[in-house]
């Protein structure tokens, strides 16, 4: 039966080379420079992704910013049912309800205000909707503004409505 | 009189733009070079006018930050310490430097400057001294910030910096024997010699164990990984200079650099030969210079050149890859290696085959500074390449490795050394 000499220990007791110190420190310095090498041999191999210049591709099911669908003649979808700010854990969908002129459709939100730094982006609101009027596929993460009122967005913000939130 | 003031004064301006100048260049190397060791790529977007020089423009940002960033000082602190202590970590790193050659002298006419600020009697005593003294600025601040985790910072750094001093200083006494002076000139020079007339003497090769322990004693000395644990970045949030802001951190910040190059300088000088360089000795350049003075120009033709070509090369090849002030960059750049790369190549018109003694001289002086130069920078990256490899000791792990197995060695290599120099 051949005994093969124990070059790792795990949980142990330590071989002599382990022991030293030295060799495995050496072993250790081996793998970074060979690390530092490939890298500045092959820097556009490396996994970082350069920000503003490249972004990462999402999947369809990411959920970014909110959008309110329209109906074909612009009027949104929404029907002011409540659910979706009835389901946010977070509290921040605020609608106040007017009645609409056609009885079929009954009501529609005056006014539609989403407190963009309480959501959490949980995709609730988008699952509760009856009707799809609301949904969060325009993939948008680049939520940003430098004062708070900002984040509270309206019914006409949340209307303008192509995928990658350009109109 | 006069003289000598002019020379000691340019030697230590020469000194402090090597070292303030490397401070940067450290910043920027570890936040590369960590980088690249963790397979990402590092800052690379600070920019003046679109010139990137990947990522060494970070460093000017870090300074300008710290200068213009509040100072906020807590209301419970001591504070003439508060306020000593940074200045007194800083003072004492710069310090060491005074004594360490960098080079063998340089011959004006026949006036000799030797090329050391400071050559004292005792130069590895007042080194060990003045590194002793670094630990005052340490234990000041940890405790001039009313914190009990600053103060538990100081302590750990301090028991660690006072224990490792012992281990360094022994393992230093071996090579003192061997050389037989205390005085840094000598050591140097006498590293000089080829022993069985081929292998350098260096203190590397004469005492291996010695510069191994005294290798790791000068990381436990500088706070540096594996021993970093004052500074304990997941521990003690930040050790000794939590409670710093501006430019007192900045201070400390730049004192943990100047601490590196100086243990890096230390090592060169002690163990890898400081200013030699391995089988050509100032006698052999000078004899001939007519051929070194050349190749060394051919070389530096050569990496200007590839540098430049590259770069050139990269410029065509990614033109508007932006769309802004950054695409200029590698053609500039290409552009300067090239100036750079033609000037050396027309300094051949001043034939450099035929070069006279007085020249050559100064020639073997600048290949002796270039050298040491270069080690101290190999050394530098040592000290980075190693923390980003070794797991941080525990504080238990690290003061039983300093009493119980550094010292034993240490004293056991001094042992081994007189014996061996008492027989041979």
């Known amino acids: 039966m051949q005994t093969y000499r124990k070059v790792h220990s795990y949980g142990g007791k330590l071989t002599l080379a382990e022991r030293m110190y030295l060799p495995e420190i050496f072993r250790g310095l081996g793998i970074t420079i060979r690390h530092v090498v490939r890298n500045l041999l092959h820097m556009g191999e490396m996994p970082t992704m350069q920000y503003p210049e490249e972004h990462r591709e999402y999947s369809g099911r990411f959920r970014g910013r909110h959008r309110l669908m329209q109906r074909d003649d612009g009027s949104p979808r929404c029907v002011a049912c409540m659910m979706c700010s009835t389901a946010c854990p977070a509290d921040c969908i605020h609608i106040v309800a007017g009645e609409h002129p056609d009885s079929s459709i009954e009501k529609f939100p005056q006014s539609f205000d989403i407190d963009l730094l309480r959501c959490v982006y949980c995709g609730l609101c988008e699952e509760a909707c009856p009707c799809d009027a609301i949904r969060m596929d325009t993939g948008i993460y680049e939520i940003g503004a430098d004062n708070r009122a900002a984040f509270f967005v309206d019914k006409e913000f949340l209307l303008n409505n192509t995928t990658d939130g350009t109109k | 009189m006069i003289e000598l003031a002019a020379a ?59 200068l213009f960033k509040e100072d906020v000082r807590p209301a419970q602190v001591h504070g003439g ?108 020079a006498d590293q000089g010699r080829l022993l069985w007339g081929f292998l350098p003497a260096w203190g590397v090769v004469v005492q291996p164990l010695g510069a191994v322990l005294f290798i790791t004693a000068v990381f436990a000395e500088t706070n540096r990984n594996p021993f970093d644990l004052p500074e304990g970045e997941s521990e003690l949030v930040s050790g000794y200079h939590l409670e710093y802001s501006s430019m007192k951190f900045a201070l400390f910040f730049m004192a943990e650099y100047t601490n590196m190059v100086i243990a890096s300088a230390m090592i060169t000088t002690l163990f890898f030969g400081g200013w030699n360089i391995p089988w050509l000795s100032r006698e052999v350049i000078e004899a001939n210079a007519g051929v070194v003075v050349p190749a060394v120009m051919v070389l530096k033709i050569a990496v200007l050149g590839a540098a430049s070509l590259l770069l050139l090369r990269r410029a065509a090849r990614e033109k508007g890859k932006f769309g802004d002030a950054r695409d200029r960059e590698p053609g500039l750049l290409g552009v300067i290696f090239g100036v750079l790369a033609l000037l050396v190549a027309a300094g051949f018109a001043l034939k450099p085959w035929a070069i006279g003694p007085q020249a050559a001289s100064v020639a073997a002086t600048l290949l002796q500074v270039g050298a040491f130069v270069g080690k101290v920078v190999f050394f530098c990256w040592f000290f980075i390449w190693v923390r980003w490899t070794l797991p941080r000791f525990r504080y238990d792990q690290l003061m039983g490795l300093g009493w119980k197995v550094m010292l034993p060695l240490a004293l056991v290599n001094l042992v081994i050394t007189a014996v061996w120099l008492a027989v041979f």
């Open chain 2, 81 to 188: 310490l508060y306020a000593l202590a940074p200045f007194l970590v800083f003072f004492v790193s710069l310090l060491t430097y005074a004594v360490l050659p960098f080079g063998d002298y340089l011959q004006v006419g026949d006036q000799r400057f030797p090329l050391v600020v400071a050559d004292l009697d005792v130069g590895i005593l007042y080194i060990l001294a003045i590194a002793s003294l670094g630990t005052y600025g340490v234990v000041m601040g940890g405790w001039a910030s009313n914190n009990k985790y600053t103060f538990l910072g100081a302590l750990r750094s301090s028991s660690q910096m006072i224990s490792y001093e012992i281990s360094m200083g022994l393992a230093i006494m071996g090579l003192i024997l061997i050389s037989g002076s205390l005085r840094l000139t000598e050591i140097v």
């Open chain 2, 8 to 66: 000691t004064l340019a030697k230590i301006a020469f000194l402090l733009a090597v070292i303030l100048g490397l401070v940067p260049v450290l910043i920027w190397a570890e936040r590369k070079g960590s980088a690249f060791i963790q397979d990402r790529t590092g800052p690379n977007r600070a920019s003046v006018a679109g010139i990137r020089l990947g990522g060494l423009v970070h460093p000017i940002a870090d300074v300008l930050k710290l």
